[in-house]
């Protein structure tokens, strides 16, 4: 029988806890005895703990009380994940994540794992709203910005919210195959695997800073003639500026190249015609900039993993 424990604290998102351990509690349908899923609560304080949502949840143990070698252990996310770090968790957490075969974390639990030193040097994920938040405040960790979820030796973290289902669904198909996960997938009415990534979710364009300077003059112009042609010439000529020297400043201050934003802003005007309207897609490749329907089907499928028309069919 293999141990699974989801630990707690104030503020926590009660999906990230829930999804996950429903996945393993519905495995046990399908295993023998021996094989099930012994699945625990660890929460940081005695007593019932309040999740973001305002629902109590009574702990199992009190993380005093939690010493054994769990074969995965799980963080979840929420406000009290990224905006408290919880001294005593992340202690207990250092010394447990030494005995368990597998720890992880679901949506923003990364920055528990983080806090307590336990992302370094490994390859994570969380929710696509954070990534860049991840990124500066754990530099030694490598962020996948696009991944469902990411495993890396010992280390499991999920992207955001229901992603801890495709987390916990991957853990049964390793350990009782892909057969068993199937049945589970069924019974929640999720797929074993996702089209897309998590980009498919996110804009791939940052807002356009609200103070102005040259490179957000350009930013709005060419937000509002998405439909016409641009090169970082043109770009450059708009604030009377070298195309070089633009380039450089304009990766500085936007943390991206011009073409680079440029066609992520194109594809973001192509996602919202296609939730909010029924216009054929040749029309939204026109007014995005695409030029064909070719090309923008292309860069639908590098960026995001899903064609214009299969988008059209998941959002709209």
């Known amino acids: ?60 143990l009190h993380i005093d009380q939690a010493n054994e070698c769990y074969d995965l252990l799980l963080v979840p996310g929420g406000p009290g994940a990224y905006n408290e770090k919880h001294p005593p968790l992340l202690a207990w957490l250092q010394g447990a994540v030494t005995r368990a075969n597998l720890y992880g974390s679901i949506c923003t639990g990364a920055f528990v794992l983080g806090h307590a030193g336990l992302l370094d040097g490994y390859r994570v994920t969380t929710h696509w709203h954070y990534t860049e938040r991840l990124i500066k405040g754990f530099p030694k960790a490598t962020v996948e910005t696009d991944q469902i979820y990411v495993q890396d030796r010992n280390l499991i973290t999920s992207g955001g919210v229901t992603a801890g289902i495709d987390l916990a669904l991957a853990v049964v198909a390793q350990d009782h195959g892909k057969k068993v996960a199937q049945d589970v997938a069924k019974v929640l009415l999720v797929v074993m695997k996702r089209q897309g990534g998590q980009a498919q979710f996110s804009p791939l364009m940052a807002t356009v800073a609200p103070h102005e300077t040259p490179i957000t003059r350009v930013q709005n112009h060419v ?59 040749k029309t939204v490749a026109y007014k995005s900039g695409f030029g064909s329907v070719r090309h923008m089907r292309f860069l639908f499928s590098e960026k995001l993993g899903l064609t214009p028309t299969q988008y059209r069919e998941q959002f709209s």
Not at 13 to 22: I, Y
């Open 223 to 281: 937000l509002e003639h998405l439909d016409e042609a641009f090169s970082i010439e043109r770009m450059a000529s708009l604030v009377n500026m070298s195309a070089r020297h633009f380039a450089r400043v304009f990766a500085r201050e936007v943390s991206m190249t011009p073409m680079e934003f440029l066609q992520s802003a194109r594809i973001d005007r192509a996602r919202n015609l296609l939730e909010t309207s029924d216009l054929p897609l």
């Open 1 to 60: 029988m293999k141990t699974v424990a989801m630990l707690l604290f104030p503020d926590f998102l009660l999906l990230d806890m829930a999804g996950p351990m429903e996945v393993f509690s519905i495995a046990n349908r399908y295993l023998a005895p021996g094989d099930r899923y012994e699945l625990s609560t660890i929460g940081t304080e005695r007593g019932a703990l309040r999740a973001s949502n305002g629902v109590n949840v009574q702990a199992d």
